[in-house]
């Protein structure tokens, strides 16, 4: 049986089944390559010998069970759509029509970040199919402690990554919750002894208990509740565009739970940020390797998410002519009250499955095995709603924080990890020509002189062609860097600091 050639080499196995001489022996063409392994990548004690196919059908179904088990199992292409389009359609589409863009402004900063959304997303892909890993945390790994005699590296890295992305899950559902409340609390009486703040944030994490409870983004649960969720947002544009067009346009919520960054462009700039982008890919292949050659199942996922993209353009960017901060009348207040019922619902339904998909805390194993009680997903879900009641000034800056490391994780992560794994790293694999030529080598034939500086010929412009567009690559991805990711930071510290 043939061996599939290795995804980590830059050149196909056809250069050397050519029926000639190996350019080990000699052959004088400079057409001929050779692949040389990464030594830190290839113990002396590897074994090449052919595996069979009961032994690699094995390690499929090994690595289908981990995916099957894991929070985002393999999904079906309708609900990978749902969860690429989710998170723009969330808290930063309803601050659009108030976060005070001129509507030129407003229409080029959402085509703008709509497509460095996509962008990134690009990234995440590419990534996932040079290391051939199917999340965050074995990407990163990969790029920063590949290799042998690494593993205290690995493990602090993956707790780092874990907390990471553990906080950022949590403060976002936390900020999910406590805007759903803001949004209702002026609808509700305010004349018992407990706050009605706290009162109403209880009842809302009571009615999605339920929903998080399940184990993964594949419970019919949450797959309802997301498109719930998709659902009240169009609900609630529809109450939007019919208040600008009577001219009764006011602000969703309070925004006192908001701090100082959420206006202008941060606010265009949070609502395309991505989550799930690598996991939901190797959910819609149905396998953790996401450099399994399935052509049609890699366009799909393309196709998917430029066109969440499209469809989050069209939800979003009428909110840029949108004016929320003078209208001529108020509202009616059955209008006013629908809006903010389906804005709620519409946050509100998007938190279990951000929770769901948050790391599970360190708890020791022996209280582990003491009970089959899910302590770290009760704890997870304690926090989240502590977080969401804390008093308005602490919210301000929580939610600053949301916005940094969604903006980070989103633009900032995906562009660094690339120039770093493909420009400061030891390549997978290195092709290199041959040594000085053997002088005992047969020669060529005429013809074969011919075909030879044919392929030659043809080899050189596809090299061109791949030039050109690594280097259009390289600049887009340093442009979405350095001015980009960078300058946003540096002017959200400013911002924060009172600098400008």
Request: proline letters at 8%; a positive charge; glycine letters at 4%.
């Given at each position: ?5 290795s ?60 995916l099957?088990s894991?929070?985002i ?8 759509f749902?969860?690429l ?7 930063g ?7 005070g ?21 690009q ?22 402690a ?75 649960g ?15 544009f529809?109450?939007?565009?019919y ?25 265009v700039?949070?609502?395309?940020t991505?989550?799930w982008?690598?996991?939901l ?34 939800f ?26 389906f ?23 022996s ?80 013809s ?6 044919l ?37 959200a ?8």
């Amino acid at each position: 049986m043939s061996r599939p050639s290795s995804p980590r080499s830059s050149t196909s196995s056809d250069s050397f089944a050519s029926g000639r001489q190996s350019p080990l022996n000699g052959f004088d063409s400079s057409a001929a390559l050779i692949l040389v392994p990464d030594a830190e990548e290839t113990p002396a004690s590897t074994s090449f010998d052919f595996s069979s196919d009961d032994e690699a059908e094995e390690q499929s179904d090994l690595a289908l069970e981990r995916l099957r088990s894991s929070p985002i199992p393999p999904l079906s292409s309708l609900s990978v759509f749902l969860y690429l389009l989710a998170p723009y359609l969330k808290l930063g589409a309803f601050i659009v029509p108030e976060a005070g863009l001129q509507s030129k402004v407003g229409l080029f900063a959402v085509l703008v970040f709509a497509a460095l959304s996509a962008f990134t997303r690009q990234i995440w892909y590419m990534l996932a199919r040079y290391v051939r890993r199917s999340d965050l945390e074995e990407i990163v790994l990969e790029t920063f402690a590949r290799g042998r005699g690494k593993e205290r590296r690995r493990a602090v890295l993956r707790q780092l990554i874990r907390l990471a992305v553990g906080s950022l899950r949590v403060l976002t559902a936390a900020l999910y919750l406590r805007f759903s409340v803001d949004s209702l609390l002026p609808f509700l009486p305010d004349v018992l002894v407990v706050p009605s703040r706290l009162i109403t944030t209880l009842v809302l994490a009571a009615f999605i208990a339920p929903l998080y409870s399940a184990r993964s983004l594949g419970s019919r649960g949450v797959i309802y509740a997301s498109w719930l969720s998709l659902s009240a947002y169009a609900a609630w544009f529809s109450c939007t565009a019919y208040m600008h067009a009577a001219g009764t346009l006011m602000p969703v919520a309070d925004s006192a739970t908001l701090g100082k960054l959420w206006q202008g462009l941060p606010v265009v700039a949070f609502t395309f940020t991505t989550w799930w982008t690598v996991p939901l890919y190797a959910s819609l292949k149905g396998t953790v390797q996401p450099t399994t050659p399935k052509p049609r199942r890699s366009r799909s996922f393309k196709l998917l998410s430029v066109l969440s993209v499209a469809v989050a353009i069209a939800f979003i960017l009428p909110l840029a002519f949108f004016d929320a901060s003078a209208p001529s009348q108020p509202p009616t207040a059955s209008v006013k009250t629908t809006a903010a019922l389906f804005s709620a619902a519409s946050l509100l339904f998007s938190i279990p499955s951000i929770l769901i998909t948050t790391p599970a805390l360190s708890i020791p194993v022996s209280i582990r095995r003491a009970t089959n009680f899910p302590l770290s997903k009760v704890l997870i879900y304690l926090i989240t709603i502590f977080l969401s009641v804390l008093p308005a000034y602490i919210a301000r800056v929580g939610s600053d924080v949301v916005l940094i490391l969604t903006f980070l994780s989103t633009y900032v992560v995906p562009a660094f990890l690339h120039i770093t794994i493909h420009n400061f790293r030891r390549p997978l694999s290195i092709v290199v020509p041959p040594a000085t030529p053997n002088p005992g080598a047969p020669r060529l034939e005429p013809s074969d002189s011919r075909n030879d500086e044919l392929l030659q010929r043809k080899e050189r412009t596809l090299q061109r062609r791949r030039l050109g567009r690594r280097l259009i690559w390289d600049i887009a991805v340093w442009v979405l860097l350095v001015p980009i990711g960078g300058g946003g930071l540096v002017w959200a510290v400013g911002r924060v600091g009172d600098k400008w």
